[in-house]
């Protein structure tokens, strides 16, 4: 019987292999965890990167004149008069004594694109509210329009700033065209040339690369109508390579366009645009964007301020960008924490766009989810745990909870579609519904953590009550129901939170409409049309501008920091009340 | 909205006193000694006050919840029968109009063609044709239906104004005119036809437009509510003043007052547990009577919807007769899901299963304290930030990284970027779901395997596991029933096209996101194309029911084995 | 109740040993702590080979846990801190380079409830011998799942359905699969924490047998609740008071011939 050595040297002899095995297993469920702390950091750490531009903003201040004749066209100052007042106008103005060398149509749309024009309406206010303001002249504040902002950011366009090598000679030529030249002799321009020329050089090589592999893929393709596309694809990639060749090859001028980077030149406190480059970087010719302080022909300090994104690239002109610069170091446009984010409701420009609205219409309704889903979610666990007979129908209303508890929540939308919507007649977007929904999709949350606070409450506290003569409802009531809150209010708070950041019920609902104006925070807001904030960030989450991204992620912060205050007062409540039986 | 107000008030009041009311009687009834009476003074007062407020609050709340609805119905019915020879008028006119008429025939040949070419391309489909030439076709023929349609649509203004124009400018013939307004008018015009006459009546919110008409039958709709308003008013007091006396004459001293008002406590709880079921009827019923609708509209061609490849409910040949064209073939749709429910499960099953197991088998307790609100953070997450996430940051990461491979066709919006993040957002679930059973695993178990010289893992994966194994089955059905459902992060993030492919990099549809597609923006309720979303919210619903009901059963019998 | 001897710790009287067997574990100074409590104080005593040996006391009295010092089971419980030495033929059990798996293998254990794994009866059996690879053929493994079964008294019962759950069986019968189970990887000591007191009087009466007879290869360790059970099967008794080991001999000796007015007060009902 004795093999027990054998039998030991058995176990010994895989004991390496099996304890490898044991770490790498380990191992598994450590990389499990920290991939699931890894994803909960970048998703977080994503969403608030992303949100930092939002938080501030640039604002335009101007002095405005009210002018009597464009603020109040009749005359009388009444307030009828002063409402029909031309306000845009006299924005327009103020904004055009500040670069009067633009005059065409078209510059002075690029100018006035500078801001959204809704501002008005909030002068308009000022004035109504003030009428003896006519005549004189108010500061007036005003977001920038969102490409501007994101410009000055420096989020949306490249830049560089070089310094001038040597003394140039400013010489007017046609129309209001100057020709710049190097003083001395020096390729003064030859940085941007060769900026120029490697663009043109990576555009060269990607063309080829393209050309080439388009033409393998057609000797490839079996089928002739995918054939057909791609070679015809593989002839215009042939024919962009030809078109770039015979660019690099030209010996006249750089013209600058659209599609290459542009180059200003700041020179005498103004800012000139060059529109086309001599070969040997020598001389230049520009025209001014920004008029200069004084007259001289020559400019000893001037530099070169090379935007390097091409204008094809980017939603914001070259005279705006110019223009937002000057503004900005005139000192008329400053960086500061953007209000408007919290304070105003959605507006189709991100610069206007805030989330106080979407937070009204998530206050009230959750108010109606509250009313609803507690009292019924408690009364039905009392209902179950404490008075209802053990039958085929009470199984049957368990199993319905539990069930319930797992549909997906987009079917409890388009339940509130077709019955409160389509049936009742409810108004469509409305908080009321929208709060009911809810209220039907959290019950089941509220009805079970209600029960297992019922279940943890010892039978002694009920026999006891009983003992002395109490009603079984008495005994609920007086006894069971107080000891049980804190465990169904911690239950009721998760549930509400998770209604507040629910999205697909609401939209089936209607409340996924543009609201400008923010609900009501009363009784008649609970009809009124109204979104709440998830729904709010599904909206700007599929907005084409890009402002509204950082906007989004702004706005997902603040939904979370309420989710977490949610939280954090269950929590709470938990501590503070935990009992232990 | 001040006399229901009034009435309301009112109404407290009166309870306020039969509570008081029912207290001095049973006090007197036990000639002054509590002792003498069944029950605690108070109940009495309950139950007088029960029998005063409630019936009347009953009537009050029907009536707030329908009486504006029977308004105006009985106000525009009003107004439509008053119409009714301006009605005629406008149909006889229609029928003699020849422009008309030709429109009418040439949709009826378009139709016939359209049905055709279905027809076609379902025989071209079987057969391995050229399919996407007839879907082309149709196509066409589609964009000339929708012209046609709108010159009809012209015309039959024109008539209705023509019509409408002869009625006289008296009180009769603009109310006329009204009714013969809101006739025409498709039902969601009629909607706001109604919130425009009562913003004008009643001063409810702001009225989009303010016409003769709608000020017609803002003056329609007055009596009206005047009527039920003060009626229901009326009724409520009686109701609640007859309640008052029949109670009082039921109190004395053996009365078992506190029984009655604990019964009706008692049915109001119960009553609170049957919404639950009324809820789930609610579900049942509004999604199938919807469906059928739409199955209706479809000539019941259910198999078509079930098993048909093609998903493209905007080629609708007519409003009334889109499912003719064979576009509403879901199986697009159930791949689509499939396929992104396979993705996250890939995801989540693996790591949210290591992580429970690593949780409840090897973590320290301080690991534990951090990893565990960790995971559930990432379950309080909406999904909508998940759906932001996916479609910013993980489908431009996965864009780049297939590009970098090599593979040109990326698109930032893939079943895999969606996928994935779902996967993400069902991790704590099944972590949390396994967590518990695996918990649930007697620890006498794992002693014994212990004692037996196994490792930790050895006991996780040869004892524990397998102990666990149903219960972690019932975890993971819910997560799939959950993949299923998730609308958010795939409304965003997986794109639109109904591609039918297995391809995790191309963007696929999926039955939340069209429910989503078809009930958003602008929508006629009775079009198939609406009632479609229903359609595959009934699919859905039965999808997640029967995975919840197995995965529930599975793990209560778990529990049992183990309780 | 008991307080007619000497309060102030006395020693643990030992018995003039009277067997002749060899020592096949010796302990010295074994004491237990759980978090801060002192669940066992400074045990030291002999066990020999090839006799079962009975730990008896009132609950909580130190016993199971020093059953699970024997092979370190008290190291899957995370605030448990053992001192002192356990030898098993002189090799140092608490040692750092000792391997528990290795440990584990060469003592088994059998607990209180019956804990059949959720699988087969074979696999039950064949678990031990497939994780510490002692079989290499199927052939082989089968051998030892039959010996074993054979040798647990169970064969007879099991052999035509080797391939049902464990958890089919009766209780006693599933505590009979479970010493199958320990004896399958042919361990040196086998402990067993109250084998019978969760079954009924046959089928205890059916494990007490299979003691009597395993007693012919292995090292037995006892915790029983029952002193006549301890008189029954066991030839050395230990019995523990409140953490201490007060009295340790042949069994006969200790039921006869108590030392200690404790021992004589538990053995003749007075506590327990």
Same mark, same amino acid.
């Given at each position: 019987m004795n093999n027990a050595p054998t039998i030991r040297d058995a176990v010994q002899a895989r004991l390496a292999k099996r304890h490898r095995a044991e770490m790498r297993f380990q191992f598994y469920g450590l990389a499990a965890i920290s991939a699931a702390v890894l994803f909960l950091a970048v998703l977080l750490g994503s969403i608030i990167i992303q949100s930092i531009p939002a938080f501030t903003a640039h604002r335009l201040v101007l002095d405005v004149e009210i002018r009597p004749e464009i603020a109040d066209p009749r005359g009388d100052g009444s307030e009828a008069s002063l409402r029909r007042g031309s306000y845009n106008t006299l924005i327009q103005n103020s904004l055009r004594d500040q670069f009067p060398e633009a005059g065409s149509v078209g510059e002075l749309r690029e100018l006035f694109g500078l801001y959204s024009a809704v501002n008005a309406a909030r002068l308009l206010n000022e004035v109504v509210n003030n009428p003896e303001v006519l005549g004189e002249t108010l500061p007036f504040s005003l977001p920038i329009s969102d490409d501007a902002d994101l410009y000055l950011k420096g989020l949306t366009t490249d830049e560089e700033f070089l310094p001038g090598a040597a003394p140039l000679t400013l010489e007017p030529g046609m129309d209001d065209a100057l020709t710049l030249r190097s003083q001395t002799g020096a390729p003064v321009f030859d940085v941007f040339l060769d900026l120029v020329q490697a663009r043109q050089d990576a555009a060269l090589d990607q063309a080829r690369i393209r050309a080439e592999r388009t033409a393998a893929r057609a000797a490839e393709e079996l089928d002739t109508d995918t054939r057909n596309s791609l070679e015809a694809e593989a002839q215009r990639a042939r024919d962009l390579v030809q078109a770039l060749q015979e660019a690099r090859s030209d010996t006249g001028p750089v013209r600058l366009n659209s599609q290459t980077a542009s180059l200003m030149l700041r020179a005498q406190g103004g800012v000139l645009r060059i529109n086309a480059l001599a070969r040997d970087g020598l001389s230049a010719e520009g025209t001014w964007l920004v008029g200069p302080d004084t007259a001289s022909q020559t400019a000893q300090d001037w530099s070169l301020w090379v935007i390097e994104t091409p204008s094809i690239a980017r939603r914001i002109t070259d005279r705006q960008i110019v223009w937002a610069r000057t503004l900005k170091e005139r000192g008329l446009i400053k960086n500061g924490l953007n209000t408007t984010l919290f304070t105003n409701a959605d507006s189709r420009e991100p610069e206007l766009a805030g989330v106080a609205g979407a937070l009204a219409g998530s206050i009230l309704t959750m108010v109606i989810t509250m009313l609803l889903a507690v009292p019924i979610g408690v009364g039905a666990a009392i209902y179950l745990e404490e008075f209802a007979p053990k039958n085929r129908l009470t199984d049957f209303i368990e199993v319905n909870i539990n069930n319930l508890a797992a549909v997906p929540s987009i079917v409890f939308g388009l339940l509130g579609l077709a019955v409160f919507i389509n049936l009742f007649g409810f108004p469509r977007s409305a908080p009321l519904v929208g709060g009911m929904v809810l209220a039907l999709m959290t019950l089941p949350t509220v009805i079970i953590s209600a029960r297992a606070a019922l279940k943890a409450v010892p039978p002694s506290i009920r026999e006891a009550a009983l003992g002395v003569g109490a009603s079984r409802t008495q005994a609920v009531f007086h006894h069971v129901l107080p000891l049980a809150m804190p465990g169904i209010l911690t239950g009721s708070i998760i549930g509400l939170a998770q209604a507040l950041g629910e999205t697909a019920p609401l939209l089936m609902i209607g409340m996924v409409a543009f609201i400008a104006d923010p609900p009501t925070l009363g009784l008649s807001g609970f009809t009124e049309p109204a979104t709440v904030m998830p729904v709010q960030i599904y909206i700007w989450s599929s907005s084409a501008e890009r402002a509204f991204e950082a906007r989004t992620a702004a706005a997902i912060l603040a939904l979370l920091t309420l989710l977490v205050s949610f939280n954090a007062v269950a929590i709470y409540l938990r501590r503070r009340f935990e009992r232990r039986w | 909205m001040q006399s229901s107000l009034f009435a309301v008030l009112a109404l407290l009041v009166l309870t306020a006193v039969g509570f008081l009311i029912g207290r001095r009687r049973a006090v007197a009834a036990g000639s002054g000694r509590a002792s003498r009476l069944h029950s605690l003074p108070n109940y009495y007062g309950y139950y007088l006050a029960l029998w005063t407020g409630l019936p009347a609050f009953v009537l009050l709340a029907l009536y707030g919840l329908f009486g504006a609805s029977l308004v105006n119905t009985l106000a525009l019915g009003e107004l439509e029968r008053e119409a009714a020879p301006l009605i005629r008028e406008y149909e006889a006119q229609l029928a003699r109009d020849d422009q008309y008429q030709a429109l009418a025939e040439e949709t009826q040949q378009i139709e016939a063609e359209a049905l055709s070419a279905r027809n076609e391309m379902f025989r071209a489909e079987r057969e391995g044709g050229d399919a996407e030439r007839y879907l082309r076709a149709l196509g066409a023929l589609t964009a000339q239906r929708n012209e046609i349609a709108a010159e009809r649509q012209v015309r039959r203004d024109q008539v209705a104004s023509s019509v409408a124009a002869r009625a006289p400018r008296t009180i009769p013939g603009v109310r006329a005119r009204a009714g013969f307004e809101y006739w025409r008018a498709p039902s969601e015009r009629r909607e706001l036809f109604i919130a425009d006459a009562r913003a004008l009546a009643f001063n409810e919110g702001l009225a989009s437009r303010n016409t003769e008409e709608i000020r017609a039958a803002a003056l329609a709709l007055r009596p009206w509510e005047d009527l039920f308003r003060w009626s229901a008013a009326g009724v409520a007091l009686a109701l609640s003043v007859a309640g008052l006396a029949y109670a009082r004459t039921r109190i004395r001293a053996s009365f078992r007052a506190r029984d009655r008002v604990e019964g009706v406590v008692g049915l109001a709880l119960m009553m609170t547990s049957a919404i639950a079921i009324l809820t789930t009827l609610g579900i049942v019923f509004s999604l199938l009577f919807e469906s059928i609708r739409f199955f209706a509209s479809i000539d019941w061609r259910i198999h078509e919807f079930l098993f048909g490849l093609h998903w493209s409910? !905007?080629? @609708?040949?007519? @409003?009334? !007769?889109?499912g003719q064209s064979g576009a509403f073939g879901a199986v697009p749709l159930f791949a689509g899901t499939a396929l992104i429910t396979l993705i996250a499960m890939l995801v989540a099953a693996p790591i949210g299963l290591m992580a429970a197991i690593y949780l409840s088998e090897y973590a320290s307790p301080r690991l534990r304290a951090w990893a565990k609100p960790a995971l559930e953070i990432l379950a309080g997450v909406p999904t909508v930030v998940y759906g932001f996430f996916a479609l910013l940051t993980v489908g431009p990461f996965l864009r780049q990284f297939a590009m970098m491979l090599g593979y040109e066709d990326a698109v930032t919006q893939s079943a895999l970027s969606a996928g994935l993040v779902m996967g993400v957002m069902i991790i704590p679930f099944v972590s949390s779901l396994s967590d518990d059973v695996i918990n649930a695993v007697p620890q006498t178990l794992r002693d014994g395997s212990y004692a037996m010289g196994a490792t930790k893992s050895e006991t996780v994966r040869h004892v524990v596991f397998p102990a666990a194994l149903p219960g972690i089955v019932g975890a993971l059905l819910l997560a799939v029933s959950r993949a299923v459902g998730e609308t958010m992060i795939v409304v965003m993030a997986a794109g639109q096209g109904a591609n039918l492919t297995a391809n995790p990099l191309e963007s696929v549809t999926t039955i939340t996101v069209q429910i989503v597609m078809l009930l958003t923006g602008d929508q006629e309720f009775d079009s198939p194309k609406t009632l479609s979303a229903f359609a595959l919210g009934l699919v859905l619903f039965v999808m997640t029911l029967i995975l919840n009901i197995i995965a529930l059963r599975v793990v209560q019998r778990f529990r049992e084995r183990y309780e | 109740m008991t307080l007619d001897f000497p309060i102030d710790n006395p020693p643990t009287r030992y018995h003039p040993l009277t067997t002749q067997l060899p020592i096949k574990v010796a302990t010295e100074d074994v004491s237990v702590r759980y978090g801060g409590k &002192? @669940? &066992?104080?400074d045990v030291t005593l002999e066990i020999p080979d090839r006799a079962v040996t009975a730990c008896i006391g009132p609950?909580?009295?130190g016993k199971s846990t020093f059953l699970r010092c024997v092979n370190r089971m008290n190291d899957t419980i995370d605030t448990a801190r053992v001192s002192g030495s356990i030898r098993i033929d002189s090799e140092e059990v608490n040692g750092r380079d000792v391997d528990p798996v290795v440990l584990r293998a060469r003592v088994g254990m059998v607990f209180q409830k019956p804990n059949p794994f959720p699988k087969s009866i074979y696999e039950n059996v064949a678990y031990g011998p497939r994780i510490h690879g002692l079989a290499e053929t199927k052939a082989e493994l089968d051998h030892i799942v039959e010996t074993s079964l054979i040798k647990a008294g169970l064969w007879a019962e099991v052999a035509d359905r080797l391939h049902h759950p464990g958890t089919s069986l009766s209780g006693g019968q599933q505590q009979r699969l479970v010493i199958a189970r320990a004896i399958a990887v042919n361990p040196e000591v086998i402990l067993m924490d109250e084998p019978c007191s969760a079954l009924d009087p046959i089928a205890t009466a059916r494990i007490e047998e299979l003691i009597d007879e395993m007693r012919e290869n292995y090292s037995l360790i006892i915790v029983t609740h029952s002193m006549a059970q301890a008189a029954r099967v066991s030839q050395m008794t230990a019995f523990f008071h409140l953490g201490k080991l007060v009295e340790y001999g042949p069994t006969e000796e200790i039921f006869t011939n108590p030392l200690d007015q404790r021992t004589q007060d538990y053995i003749t009902g007075r506590f327990g």
């Open positions: - | 409910p !905007q080629i @609708a040949i007519r @409003a009334d !007769q889109v | &002192l @669940a &066992l104080e609950s909580g009295c």
